[in-house]
């Protein structure tokens, strides 16, 4: 398939070299800048610009600009291209339906939501870890072939997306906060880091085996209250969080 990505960000150089690796043609792109095109074409090592008119020569476009810009810039792809008949164009968006996606839509082409639930944090760690990610979909059956095509879990988009958007923000971004508390500690007091990162991955394997309460250890699933007092006296800023968790714990293991 021959692909055309707008928005080379993050997501959009990942997703241009993990394609490109699966066999499809990545044909260019634009960014909002002709610098940063410029650089990300270097950086994906193929591909070349293209303008909005050209960009209609992909049979696939993915949208990957932030956001507040994929509405936007689906109007003005649209007004470009009057006619997009056989052309599919797909934006990445957890947290937009594919309305956003209309004007293109008027014009002929199908399109569709495709969200890799995948914390695309660098292209190294992407290209090594994409391959078998839940996506989220939306669109006809033709975004599930897609996204099973690409090595993605396809399920159906909820139309709550916000709240869906947030659950996945609850599950990656908030989620590094989180662990920020325990590796503070452990550069307090000179221990490896690792070793409460370890303990922590152990414990969402627990969940994903086990359920969220056979998960559940530490001194309050023994009653053990007198040390989790000890540790109330001993944390400052994670004092906060230690108890709204622990009382999130109570309410899981009191079922
Ligand atoms: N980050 C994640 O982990 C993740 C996961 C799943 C889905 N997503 C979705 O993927 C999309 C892209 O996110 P990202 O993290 O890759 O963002 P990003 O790193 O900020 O990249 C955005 C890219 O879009 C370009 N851009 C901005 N406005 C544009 C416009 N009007 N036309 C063309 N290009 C434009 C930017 O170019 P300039 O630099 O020139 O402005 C930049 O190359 C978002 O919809 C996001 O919700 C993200």
Not at 1 to 19: D, E, N, P, Q
Not at 78 to 89: H, I, Q
Not at 184 to 195: M, N, S, T, Y
Request: aromatic residues 8%; neutral net charge.
């Amino acid at each position: 398939m021959r692909v055309a990505i707008v928005g080379l960000g993050r997501v959009g150089k990942s997703m241009a070299l993990y394609l490109s690796r699966r066999g499809e043609e990545f044909l260019g792109g634009y960014c909002s800048r002709e610098e940063s095109t410029r650089r990300a074409l270097e950086i994906i090592g193929g591909g070349r610009a293209l303008s909005r008119k050209e960009i209609a020569r992909a049979e696939l476009v993915l949208i990957s600009t932030p956001d507040s810009e994929v509405e936007r810039e689906a109007g003005r792809i649209a007004e470009e291209n009057p006619v997009l008949e056989g052309k599919t164009f797909l934006h990445l968006s957890g947290s937009l339906p594919m309305d956003v996606l209309e004007p293109l839509r008027t014009r002929g082409a199908e399109v569709g939501v495709l969200h890799p639930l995948f914390p695309f944090f660098d292209l190294e760690f992407s290209l090594k870890n994409l391959e078998g990610s839940y996506a989220g979909v939306e669109g006809g059956e033709f975004v599930k072939e897609i996204a099973r095509r690409w090595g993605f879990s396809p399920f159906p988009l909820p139309s709550f997306r916000v709240l869906y958007h947030a659950g996945a923000v609850l599950s990656a971004g908030l989620l590094a906060g989180y662990i920020s508390y325990p590796l503070k500690i452990a550069q307090e007091l000179g221990i490896p880091p690792e070793a409460y990162l370890r303990l922590a991955s152990l414990v969402l394997k627990a969940v994903g085996e086990k359920g969220l309460s056979a998960a559940v250890t530490g001194p309050w699933s023994r009653g053990d209250f007198a040390t989790v007092e000890r540790h109330l006296s001993a944390i400052r800023e994670e004092r906060k969080i230690y108890e709204l968790l622990l009382s999130r714990l109570q309410e899981i293991l009191s079922g």
